[in-house]
């Protein structure tokens, strides 16, 4: 039985999709440098903080990394109220999704940090510098460098899972294409643009995201301008 593609119903929808993809590319780069800050964080502690500091990071990670992002908002939007603790939708998914990737960003994080040699911390104190210097001009950048491409990848899966929004109403891409499609019934051609839109962003971001690691890090400069 033949299909009988008709793209041009795409064009009445043309501004709420370029509003849904502005949405999600606000939602992503938040998640994405708000997760890093906070995993970056949380990371430090768990390898050079008090005890119950480090319980607690322990538990958050656990928590992030071992349930669903879609429950997670859940929990945020439908079930802080019953503690009288009222969000609006954006601000639900913009919190679930930089929590969400905080707690995957923490365990790179330390991961790189555990790496360091512990000659360099040694060194580091031998001249002089306090705990704080050490890790902010010893051992973090080298570790952040050494993940660099774990986190590229975790940052590339936070943006496609920025598709869970629209299960609370939040008109993200998907949001909009659900919208769309229950009013225009074309569900093949919306989800198929919609899926091409996800793999041009996946290159975008794969590519914005390298472009920063070779900023922020000479050594994979020059590691390139060598190949070159």
């Known amino acids: 039985m033949g299909y009988n593609f008709q793209f041009g119903v795409l064009v009445n929808y043309l501004p709420e999709f370029v509003g849904g993809l502005g949405l999600t590319l606000l939602l992503s780069l938040v998640g994405i440098f708000g997760g890093l800050a906070l995993g970056i ?35 945020i939007f439908f079930g802080l109220p ?28 330390r991961a790189g940090i555990q790496s360091i040699h512990p000659s360099q911390v040694e ?19 080298p570790a952040l460098e050494r ?3 774990p986190i590229i990848s975790q940052s590339v899966l936070l943006m496609l899972a ?45 590519a914005l995201l390298n472009a920063v690691g070779l900023l922020m890090f000479k050594r994979s400069r020059q590691r390139l301008l060598g190949r070159a």
């Open 41 to 75: 964080a949380c990371a430090i502690v768990s390898v050079r903080g008090p005890l119950i500091p480090r319980v607690m990071v322990r538990v958050y990670v656990e928590i992030m990394r071992n349930t669903p992002m879609l429950v997670q908002i859940f929990v």
């Open 123 to 141: 060194a580091a104190e031998s001249l002089g510098l306090t705990g704080g210097q050490t890790m902010r001009f010893v051992i973090l950048p």
């Open 162 to 206: 920025t598709s869970l929004v629209s299960a609370i109403g939040v008109e993200d891409l998907t949001g909009v294409a659900m919208i769309a499609s229950s009013e225009t019934f074309r569900t093949m051609e919306i989800y198929v643009v919609i899926a091409f839109i996800y793999v041009g962003l996946n290159f975008v971001f794969r």
């Open 147 to 149: 993940v660099m491409t």
């Open 82 to 109: 019953s503690l009288g603790i009222r969000l609006s939708p954006f601000v639900s998914v913009l919190l679930a999704i930089v929590l969400n990737n905080g707690g995957y960003i923490a365990e790179i994080v």
